[in-house]
């Protein structure tokens, strides 16, 4: 499995950016895909995640600003993010799991089986 995301870039607080993950080897459809951030100095952490059913999660800090969904026929996990702020500056992630998680276990990263190799995103204020 290859997951490849992209999207990332510079954008103005306040902004809005869109990253995708595309996957080839595997139908994302049929499984977790999460989306995971990592800033300098700090751990990885949970971003938003969709189930194989759909349904979606998303932590706190971004909840009501970034939306996850699906194409499948691109075979491909979006995210959309709106309202940029400054501390929304890492580098993201695109992850996938085998298994379809509770929403507690999605939010962690150890229980995903395969990583994109990260895309940065800098939101200058």
């Known amino acids: 499995v290859q997951l490849q995301a992209s999207g990332g870039g510079l954008v103005q607080a306040g902004g809005s950016q869109r990253l995708s993950c595309a996957a080839s080897g595997r139908t994302l459809s049929s499984y977790t895909v999460g989306w995971f951030r990592q800033a300098p100095g700090k751990e990885r952490e949970f971003v938003a995640g969709i189930r194989s059913g759909g349904n979606t999660y998303y932590a706190a800090s971004v909840k009501g600003r970034f939306t996850i969904s699906g194409d499948n026929a691109k075979n491909t996990v979006y995210l959309q993010m709106n309202s940029l702020k400054p501390e929304d500056t890492a580098v993201y992630y695109c992850?996938?799991?085998?298994?379809?998680?509770?929403?507690?276990?999605?939010?962690?990263?150890?229980?995903?089986?395969?990583w994109g190799q990260g895309t940065q995103v800098t939101v200058s204020s």
């Open positions: 992850a996938l799991s085998r298994s379809n998680w509770v929403s507690s276990a999605m939010r962690n990263a150890r229980n995903y089986d395969y």
